[in-house]
């Protein structure tokens, strides 16, 4: 039984362009995950700098998930040389608060703003997040709290009418 009428006509989806957005953000986001963890393959290529690394990793992770509407200015800052032991923790960290601010503190903003600050000092390395949005679920940020009670760390939540910051301690060892 076929209940099509002629004029209703369902326009063919074009699923390309989504799918191109999609690879374009992936790769850079997969190559900053991946080179946290692996060596450089050969002897001459020179290892990745944590701060590009970092760089590009929330780059990707915000161009990813933000509305192709969205205008999110992304900031990112590291101080301080970051111990190696550090990186992973701080990159994975990285990504899940940012990919849960502009999920729930950018939802319905047009125009918004994230701060990514690494700062490597006496006490230890603190990654800092600071977004203008709505504010974001306890619940939302179970994965960082655990990734920062796995590294021996702390992790915290402040909101306030202005912005959201959310902070990873991670102690020297």
Do not use: Y
């Not at 900053?32 to 992770?61: H, K, M, R, S, V």
């Not at 990514?116 to 679920?137: M, P």
């Amino acid at each position: 039984m076929n209940i099509a009428h002629p004029r209703w006509r369902v326009a063919p989806i074009d699923w390309q362009r989504p799918l191109a957005r999609a690879r374009g953000a992936l790769g850079p986001l997969w190559r900053a995950l991946i080179g946290a963890e692996a060596p450089p393959p050969f002897a001459d290529e020179p290892a990745i700098d944590f701060e590009d690394q970092l760089a590009g990793l929330c780059a990707a992770t915000v161009g990813f998930t933000t509305d192709p509407l969205q205008h999110v200015t992304l900031t990112t800052t590291v101080a301080g040389p970051i111990p190696p032991a550090h990186h992973i923790v701080v990159l994975r960290v990285a990504q899940e608060l940012l990919r849960t601010a502009v999920a729930q503190g950018m939802d319905m903003h047009l125009i918004g703003r994230i701060d990514v600050r690494v700062e490597a000092g006496r006490n230890g390395t603190v990654l800092a997040v600071t977004d203008d949005g709505w504010g974001q679920k306890r619940r939302r940020l179970e994965a960082p709290r655990l990734l920062a009670e796995r590294a021996g760390g702390r992790f915290s939540l402040e909101v306030s009418w202005a912005n959201t910051v959310t902070r990873l301690w991670l102690p020297l060892h």
